[in-house]
């Protein structure tokens, strides 16, 4: 059982770790230069006949908590954007990744990337959610002060946007979690009807 500086920890290691894990994905997405066209004729420049490339940036944004059902137990919290279990010592961050879809991001998910940010690979699977959107997840564990973790990585979307989940709890609640977890990432939708209570 943890005890509340234990969730605390818990809570600020997963905001800690989004953030690094954010940075070290845009950079390496980055580095594989997502690029459209635009045909400078067809912007009132007729003299130039020349194509150039428009380089497009992923931007973060705060994803609506309703994108999920979260599993038995989280509840929304302020700490970060997404689902705390205080009794679970477990978190869902929640962020939407907008000028990019997953199919993309998955590019970037090397075993460079796993490494960089000190997470143990253990599998990557594709779905489809009860709602129709496609996505992959990738399973993997870190250890942090003595502890094991599980981490989900999710990204889920369409050609423009991308969900991305980042699900962490202790590895002695796979038992107990795992299901449940993988129940809410069967509920991602992005059009999201439902009420937040």
């Known amino acids: 059982m943890f005890y509340i500086c234990d969730l605390l920890n818990t809570a600020s290691l997963m905001k800690k770790l989004n953030s690094q894990c954010l940075t070290a994905l845009f950079a390496l997405f980055l580095s594989c230069n997502l690029v459209a066209q635009e045909n400078q004729a067809n912007i009132g420049t007729p003299d130039r006949s020349e194509d150039s490339l428009i380089v497009i940036k992923p931007e973060e944004k705060i994803a609506d908590l309703r994108l999920i059902i979260p599993p038995e137990g989280f ?3 302020e700490r970060f954007n997404g689902y705390l279990h205080t009794m679970a010592g477990s978190g869902i961050i929640m962020t939407m990744i907008d000028n990019v879809n997953y199919i993309k991001l998955d590019e970037a998910m090397t075993e460079e990337f796993f490494a960089s940010e000190k997470l143990t690979f253990i599998k990557k699977e594709s779905f489809t959610s009860d709602n129709g959107i496609s996505g992959i997840h990738y399973k993997s564990t870190f250890n942090s002060e003595g502890k094991l973790f599980i981490r989900y990585l999710v990204f889920a979307g369409d050609l423009n946007k991308t969900l991305w989940l980042n699900i962490t709890y202790p590895f002695e609640m796979n ?6 977890i993988l129940k809410s990432i069967q509920s991602i939708t992005l059009n999201p009807t439902r009420d937040e209570n």
């Open 75 to 77: 509840e929304s919290t």
């Open 175 to 180: 038992g107990l979690l795992e299901a449940e």
